[in-house]
C-alpha cells in the first residue's frame, strides 16, 4: 500500500532535548516536505527537498534540521525544541512539479508538545 | 514569492445549502492548483486538482472548481452540501513547491 508514514504520531517533551520525527515513503517520490500546522496559521512548510541530497528551506525554517540521504527518508530534527514548536508536524511526499500527478500525499501526522 | 489566499475562515451552512469557497494566488507562472479536505483529526486528503486543459475540474465527493486565469482564482464548489462535510479545506498552488493557504473551516448544519 502507498503510504507516508511517521514517526512518533504522539510525543511530548522537554525543553533542549533533541529529537528527531522519522517520515518515510513507499512510493519512490522525488519531492518531500515538512509542514506544521497550527491553529488560524494554516499548513507552514518548514523545509522541502526535491530530491536525495538536495533541501531548501520552506517559510518556517528556524530552529529545525533536516536531511536527505535516501530517496525514502526525510527526518526533521529539532536540536534544541522549545515550547513554541508545539505543534501538529506533517511529512508529505510527491512526484516532480509538471507531473500530472504531482499532488501530495500526506502522513497520518506527528503531534508534539514540547513542555 | 507565490502566496495563496483563502477569503473565507469560517463558514457555517446548513444541509443542502450551496457551497463556495475562495481562493486566490499571486504566481504569475504556470501553476498546479489543489483542494484538500481534512476531516476532524484526520490527515489532508486530495479533493482535485486542476494541470491543465479543462479549467472545470470535477473532484471526490461532488466538489468542483473553477480556475480562471485571469482572476487567479481557483474557487471550490458543491451544490448541495451534506453534514459529513465539514470539514477543514485547504487550498494549494505549487511551482516547485507546494505552499497552502491558511485554511476555511466548514461547519455544516444538520
Known amino acids: 500500500e502507498a503510504q507516508v508514514t511517521q514517526n512518533p504520531r504522539y510525543l511530548i517533551t522537554v525543553t533542549g532535548k533533541k529529537l528527531t520525527v522519522t517520515c518515510s515513503q513507499n512510493m519512490n517520490h522525488e519531492y518531500m516536505s515538512w509542514y506544521r500546522q497550527d491553529p488560524g496559521l494554516g499548513l507552514r512548510q518548514i523545509y522541502y527537498s526535491m530530491n536525495v541530497e538536495v533541501t531548501d528551506k520552506g517559510d518556517v525554517p528556524e530552529g529545525y534540521k533536516v536531511s536527505r540521504k535516501e530517496k525514502r527518508n526525510f527526518p526533521l530534527i529539532l536540536e534544541s525544541p522549545s515550547p513554541n514548536q508545539t505543534s501538529l508536524y506533517f511529512c508529505?511526499?510527491?512526484?516532480?512539479?509538471?507531473?500530472?500527478?504531482?499532488?501530495?500525499?500526506f502522513g497520518e501526522g506527528s503531534r508534539l508538545t514540547v513542555l | 514569492a507565490q502566496s495563496v489566499s483563502q477569503h473565507n475562515h469560517h463558514v457555517i451552512l446548513s444541509e443542502a445549502a450551496s457551497l463556495e469557497l475562495g481562493c486566490n494566488y499571486s504566481?504569475?507562472?504556470?501553476?498546479?492548483l489543489f483542494w484538500y479536505v481534512q476531516y476532524p483529526g484526520q490527515h489532508l486528503q486530495l479533493l482535485l486538482k486542476y494541470f491543465s486543459g479543462d479549467p472545470l475540474v470535477k473532484g471526490i465527493k461532488g466538489f468542483e472548481a473553477e480556475f480562471i486565469k485571469s482572476k487567479f482564482s481557483f474557487n471550490l464548489r458543491k451544490p448541495s452540501v451534506q453534514w459529513s462535510d465539514t470539514a477543514e479545506y485547504f487550498c494549494?498552488?505549487?511551482?516547485?513547491?507546494?505552499?497552502f493557504g491558511k485554511g476555511t473551516r466548514l461547519h455544516i448544519l444538520p
Open positions: 494549494a498552488v505549487r511551482d516547485d513547491k507546494i505552499i
Open positions: 508529505a511526499s510527491s512526484l516532480p512539479s509538471g507531473t500530472n500527478t504531482g499532488e501530495l500525499f
Open positions: 504566481y504569475g507562472g504556470t501553476v498546479n
